[in-house]
């Protein structure tokens, strides 16, 4: 339990004070690149904006990726289990996420025009839902045809079927994806805060820090940002260990 949260603090640590030491040996001004020992100022200063737009893109994430969550598993469960819905889902979700979605911003924003919530959770959920769909879809279609004969053979249903032997085995394989999809949540809900700004969440209070050429405000978002994933992150990794903690190989 120690090692589990000393060494990723130790590595943070470390970064910061790389990060410090590369600002220091360059002599850079902090209208250039500023430096970790220039971000509490800027945290204190706008702490009440903080609270507020890093709530504001924090429910918007959440709320995105546990659409994506519910579509995603919906769309692996019809790949896994169909190999027709596999072959003519595959190239379309391939290629909607080749797009780049800084493109759909635009498009979004016209569309629904006004609809700011509703446009940053659309594109929370439209940029993390194909990992999830993908690892379910593999993690069901590879499950051995042989359970699933014995069973069948023993009168289960698919229902059955999927609650007993699919569901487990698919587990490992949504817990890693889901760890992408956080990550890439956040991603989608601060492009439409900077691409498309409404003055809400923190994407909008790093396009203000750059207006004003405020270099230690941006740098603070980013890491307040880096410290939402985090915590995300690690939410995911204990669901992880309550539901499909048998999975976890014992390290020495």
């Given amino acids: 339990m120690f090692r589990n949260i000393a060494v990723p603090l130790a590595a943070i640590l470390a970064f910061l004070l790389f990060w ?3 600002v220091w040996i360059n002599d850079w001004p902090n209208y250039k690149m500023a430096s970790p020992s220039d ?15 890093g709530w504001q893109t924090l429910w918007r994430t959440v709320a995105g990726l546990g659409l994506a969550v519910l579509v995603g598993t919906l769309l692996g469960m019809a790949m896994g289990f169909s190999r027709i819905a596999r072959d003519a889902l595959y190239p379309l979700l391939v290629g909607f996420n080749a797009i780049p979605k800084a493109t759909l911003v635009p498009v979004i924003a016209l569309l629904f025009i006004g ?11 439209m940029i993390s839902f194909f990992p999830i769909a993908v690892s379910v879809g593999i993690g069901l279609s590879t499950l051995e045809p042989e359970y699933r004969d014995i069973l069948r053979a023993l009168g289960a249903s698919k229902v059955t079927i999927f609650r007993k032997i699919a569901l487990p085995k698919t587990l490992p394989e949504f817990f890693g994806a889901l760890k992408v999809s956080v990550t890439l949540a956040f991603i989608g809900t601060n492009l439409v805060e900077i691409v498309s700004p409404h003055g809400r969440g923190l994407g909008a209070l790093f396009k203000s820090g750059e207006t004003n050429g405020d270099y230690p405000l941006m740098f603070a978002v980013l890491i307040a940002l880096a410290f939402l994933g985090i915590v995300l992150y690690y939410a995911v990794v204990a669901l992880e260990r309550i539901f499909a903690g048998w999975a976890e190989r014992p390290q020495s």
């Fill in 20 to 22: 410090e030491g590369i």
């Fill in 115 to 125: 609809q700011h919530d509703f446009n940053t959770v659309l594109m929370a959920f």
């Fill in 39 to 53: 971000l509490p100022p800027a945290f204190y200063k706008f702490r009440w904006l903080f609270l507020e737009m």
